[in-house]
């Protein structure tokens, strides 16, 4: 069963810590996004990689959240410093390009206190 | 400025009363219109993709269509489970990376 895996499930941190979010894309795909969910915002797009290159990261703060794919097996997303503005739950996605659908993990839910 | 707007926020169904979910749009170049089904806890499930006015899609209850400013949801006859947030999703023709979300319907069906 192909499914996009994430850790941790539940993030609790204090602000100004370090907080790294991990992400394993279905073996395959070429393409992972990089989404943030709030009650207040909805889905924003935060990041988007094709063939392990960051493509667009418009949607990211820059001077505390970095993504990176290390290889084509992992995606991660780093917040240093967090603030508690930045609770919220984290989606990776992947999917293959050329193709339209993108294939959601079950999140990463982040509280900084 | 692209935007997607889904209404209504809830929806409070009786077992087997049918009912619509609409999703507006106003984007430059629509290439795709996506919907996906988000139950509580867990990641955005993929639905369907619309590409083109007129078309249509189904799966067992649901029935997605798509006109030039808006796509439907019509479910048919729902039940219990068929209770989840429904998001839909547009991407444009000169951004294939992003996809513009809207803010969900809340699905609640009563047995």
């Known amino acids: 069963d192909a499914r996009v895996t994430q850790t941790p499930r539940h993030k609790v941190t204090e602000m100004g810590q370090e907080v790294t979010m991990r992400c394993q894309p279905i073996?395959?795909?070429?393409?992972v996004f990089w989404y943030r969910q709030t009650m207040m915002q909805g889905l924003e797009l935060l990041a988007y990689?094709?063939?392990?290159?960051?493509?667009?990261d418009s949607g990211m703060p820059k001077d505390r959240f970095s993504a990176e794919m290390p290889d084509a097996t992992l995606a991660t997303l780093k917040i240093q410093p967090s603030e508690p503005r930045d609770s919220a739950v984290y989606f990776c996605?992947?999917?293959?390009?050329?193709?339209?659908?993108?294939?959601f993990g079950q999140g990463t839910r982040l509280t900084v206190v | 400025e692209d935007q997607v707007t889904q209404s209504p926020e809830a929806l409070r169904l009786q077992e087997g009363e049918s009912s619509s979910l609409n999703c507006s749009y106003t984007?430059?170049?629509?290439?795709?219109l996506f919907w996906y089904r988000q139950d509580p806890g867990k990641g955005p499930e993929f639905l369907f993709t619309?590409?083109?006015a007129g078309e249509e899609k189904e799966k067992e209850r649901l029935k997605a269509t798509l006109t030039k400013k808006e796509s439907f949801l019509h479910i048919t006859a729902p039940k219990p489970e068929d209770s989840a947030t429904y998001l839909c999703?547009?991407?444009?023709?000169?951004?294939?990376?992003?996809?513009?979300f809207g803010s969900g319907t809340k699905l609640n069906v009563k047995p």
């Open positions: 984007v430059s170049g629509l290439r795709g």
């Open positions: 619309l590409y083109s």
């Open positions: 073996l395959g795909h070429n393409t």
């Open positions: 990689f094709r063939n392990r290159a960051p493509l667009d």
């Open positions: 999703a547009v991407q444009t023709e000169y951004n294939f990376n992003k996809f513009y």
């Open positions: 996605a992947s999917g293959l390009v050329g193709h339209t659908e993108a294939f």
